[in-house]
């Protein structure tokens, strides 16, 4: 079960994913809000808890006895939580670039609930962006990685923006570029962690610029009863898009 990070999706595994099909049932799912998933209804929101949910009804629906849990960035959160809600269901989890955010809880408050509403508000009234052509988007995926190749960025986006009048707009809410009103909470992602019974593997990108410091690394890795650490060189915060053939070959060596 491979899940993706922020405002990505499921077809984002699409290098990995087919290494990882010659020794099992692969399920990449999109997200709610992300890729081919429905938006979220007027006067609703992601609330993070709502990934998590999902993510135990599409396994309780698709997957085998037997579950390898994979998460990306913000997808390797989601599934942090759930390896500690459900930690009876999991023979594998890996993390890649996936242990949060910085802490934040000393910033929740009115000013931040204030700023979501208005944030969520904002999103919701103001039309999406548009881009002109494929192109654009191709430009917009290499700037914010520049380790991206340029045929895996075309790739990306056919696959992650919808055809509009105009022109195209990615596939994901706009709702997502806005704060939630709770905090990332170190305190509390701990709780989850440190009742996660089956192995697990923390993945990092040697090259990454969105990542924790070394000891800050190092401490959250703690929290877990069974965990090893891999870097990965040649590969930035997006290990799946540098190094696809490693990150399959590290996920089956630890399923194993």
Same mark, same amino acid.
């Given at each position: 079960?491979? $899940? *993706? #990070?922020? /405002? +990505?999706?499921?077809?984002?595994?699409?290098? $990995?994913?087919?290494?990882?099909?010659? *020794? =099992?049932?692969?399920?990449?799912?999109?997200?709610?809000?992300? =890729?081919?998933? &429905?938006?979220?209804?007027? #006067? =609703?929101y992601y609330h993070f808890m709502d990934y998590v949910a999902?993510?135990? +009804?599409?396994?309780?629906?698709?997957?085998?006895?037997?579950?390898?849990?994979?998460?990306?960035?913000?997808?390797?959160? $989601?599934? %942090?939580?759930?390896?500690?809600?459900?930690?009876?269901?999991?023979?594998?989890?890996?993390?890649?670039? %996936?242990? #949060? @955010?910085?802490?934040?809880?000393?910033? &929740?408050?009115? /000013?931040? /609930?204030?700023?979501?509403?208005? %944030?969520?508000?904002?999103?919701?009234?103001?039309?999406?962006?548009?881009?002109?052509?494929?192109?654009?988007?191709?430009?917009?995926?290499?700037? !914010?990685?520049?380790?991206?190749? &340029?045929?895996?960025?075309?790739?990306?986006?056919?696959?992650?923006?919808?055809?509009? @009048?105009?022109?195209?707009?990615?596939?994901?809410? @706009?709702? !997502?570029?806005?704060? #939630? @009103?709770?905090?990332?909470?170190?305190? /509390?992602?701990?709780?989850?962690?440190?009742?996660?019974?089956?192995?697990?593997?923390?993945? +990092?990108?040697?090259?990454?610029?969105?990542?924790?410091?070394?000891?800050?690394?190092?401490?959250?890795?703690?929290?877990?009863?069974?965990?090893?650490?891999?870097?990965?060189? %040649?590969?930035? !915060?997006?290990?799946?898009?540098h190094q696809p053939a490693a990150?399959?070959?590290?996920?089956?060596? *630890?399923?194993?």
């Open positions: 079960m491979l $899940v *993706h #990070g922020f /405002t +990505d999706l499921g077809a984002g595994w699409c290098e $990995v994913a087919p290494r990882l099909a010659e *020794h =099992g049932h692969v399920i990449a799912p999109d997200l709610r809000g992300h =890729g081919d998933s &429905e938006w979220i209804g007027a #006067g =609703g999902d993510l135990d +009804d599409v396994i309780r629906q698709l997957a085998n006895p037997r579950v390898v849990l994979v998460g990306h960035s913000m997808g390797g959160s $989601v599934c %942090g939580y759930y390896a500690g809600i459900r930690p009876e269901r999991l023979a594998a989890l890996v993390l890649v670039e %996936g242990l #949060g @955010p910085p802490d934040l809880m000393g910033g &929740e408050g009115p /000013t931040r /609930t204030a700023g979501w509403i208005d %944030g969520w508000r904002a999103a919701r009234e103001k039309p999406a962006k548009v881009m002109a052509s494929l192109d654009e988007a191709v430009r917009r995926l290499r700037r !914010h990685d520049d380790r991206l190749a &340029e045929p895996l960025a075309q790739k990306l986006a056919e696959l992650g923006t919808r055809a509009v @009048p105009g022109g195209y707009q990615w596939k994901h809410d @706009p709702l !997502h570029g806005t704060f #939630g @009103p709770y905090a990332y909470r170190l305190e /509390t992602a701990r709780r989850y962690w440190e009742r996660v019974t089956c192995p697990v593997l923390a993945i +990092d990108g040697a090259q990454s610029k969105l990542n924790l410091p070394d000891a800050e690394r190092a401490s959250r890795r703690a929290s877990f009863a069974n965990i090893r650490h891999l870097v990965i060189d %040649g590969a930035g !915060h997006a290990v799946q898009r990150l399959a070959t590290a996920i089956v060596a *630890h399923a194993s």
